[in-house]
C-alpha cells in the first residue's frame, strides 16, 4: 500500500514568532511545511516549488498579501488561499475583492486553521 504524500503548504508572515509557531503545529499536523517572512522570497518558492496550499499575511513589507494573493490566483490558480489580518474589516473588505479561499481574523484557533486546511485541501 503506498504510503500517502503529505500536502506541501507555504505560510507567509512576517512576524517570525507567529510565522514559526504556524509552520511547527503544522508540521506536528504531518504536513509538509516551508515558512516565509518575505512575500518575495515566497513567490520565487511558489515559481520554483510545487506547494497544495498558500497561507499568507496581508500587511506584509515587500510585496502586501493581497499582491501575493493577485499573482497566485493570475498565475497559479489552482492553488488554494488562506489570508489572514488582524487589522480589522477595512483590511478584510480589500482582501475579499482579491477573491482568497478563505479569510481568518487573528487571532485564530489553531484546530479552526487545520479543519479550513483540511476542508480546502479535500476539494
Not at 489552482?78 to 483590511?91: D, F, L, N, S
Not at 489553531?110 to 479535500?122: A, E, G, R, T
Amino acid at each position: 500500500m503506498a504510503k500517502k504524500k503529505k500536502k506541501k503548504l507555504l505560510i507567509v508572515d512576517n512576524d517570525v514568532d507567529l510565522l514559526e509557531t504556524l509552520v511547527d503545529y503544522l508540521k506536528r499536523c504531518n504536513f509538509d511545511v516551508v515558512g516565509s517572512s518575505s512575500s518575495l522570497e515566497a513567490l520565487k518558492l511558489l515559481r520554483s516549488n510545487k506547494f497544495d496550499l498558500v497561507l499568507t499575511d496581508i500587511v506584509m513589507p515587500d510585496i502586501s498579501g493581497l499582491g501575493l494573493i493577485s499573482i497566485i490566483k493570475n498565475e497559479l490558480g489552482h492553488i488554494p488561499v488562506i489570508a489572514m489580518t488582524g487589522y480589522g474589516e477595512k483590511v478584510e473588505k480589500l482582501t475579499r475583492e482579491r477573491k482568497p479561499d478563505y479569510y481568518l481574523e487573528k487571532p485564530f484557533a489553531m484546530d479552526q486553521l487545520v479543519k479550513v486546511i483540511d476542508h480546502l485541501l479535500s476539494n
